[in-house]
């Protein structure tokens, strides 16, 4: 049930890949609560053209951006505020890809090239996104931008490999850039810590079918799906968080606060 939460609002919402994607779903209910919004991704992740299909679903506009590349940046803001009259209200960053993942290659003995190209798309990206924002001075005060994380930024999890180094630099640009730019513009920034979700890029990862239920059985709750994730996500673009800043936040139906839980002990006794 909308309740017009983002009416007036104008946003970017990047890494809309598929209808799995959680961008996807972030765009929808975007949609119903009111926003208008540009839809962006890699050029080379538009050649299926499932992009499209979101775009006149949702009657918004697809500006093709590689998110490493400063210059794509400068071009999608520009071309985001001509198209929707004026500066941004948020941006969802949901942009991540490892290669080392991709390729199976073990923590202990990383590819350093891999290792790179996975911190600029997956982090730097993030930073790029702010900094060109706050250059151009693009985003409206009590804005609010979100990107998406996951838990082994805090905790081991031996699949999650360089992932887990680079996801805690995205949550720390949350922080940092947050305390500059709430400081100087009063835009809000955080990461939400989301629930294993069967999407592209989470079901690239070695044993993820069999950690998502893992994770599932732990949680009290269950796993937040990629709806959850939206929903959380327009709570955050939207007034109702005006002071939520530079944080991240667990979105995961309780798993991280949870030592145990019964149905594990249970699976371990054979009960
Ligand atoms: N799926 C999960 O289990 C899970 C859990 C926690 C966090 N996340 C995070 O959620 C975010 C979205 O991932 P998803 O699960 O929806 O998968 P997804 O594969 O649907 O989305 C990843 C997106 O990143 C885009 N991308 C890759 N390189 C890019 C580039 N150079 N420029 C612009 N875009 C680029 C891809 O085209 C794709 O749209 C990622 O940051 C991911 O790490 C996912």
Known sequence: MPYNLLKGK????????????????VALLAHAEGATFVLTNAPIAMRMGEINKLAEKTNSKVIPADATLVEDIEKLYTEAMAHLGGKIDFVLHSIGMSVNIRKNVPYT??????????????????HKLLAVAHKMDAINEWGSVVALSYIAAQRAYPFYTDMADIKAMLESIARTFGYHYGKQKKVRIN???QSPT?????????????FYDFADKQSPLGNASAEDCA??????FSDLTRMVTMQNLLHDGGYSSTGVSQEQLDAIIGK
């Open 198 to 210: 069967k999407t592209t890029a989470g079901s690239g990862i070695k044993g993820f079918s069999e």
């Open 10 to 25: 104008r946003g970017i919402i990047t890494g809309a890949l598929d209808e799995n994607s959680i961008a996807w779903k």
């Open 109 to 126: 003995s990383l590819n350093y090239d891999y290792f790179n190209k996975g911190i600029d798309v997956s982090a730097l990206s993030f």
């Open 231 to 236: 929903n959380y996500c327009i709570s955050l």
């Open 191 to 193: 990461t939400i810590s």
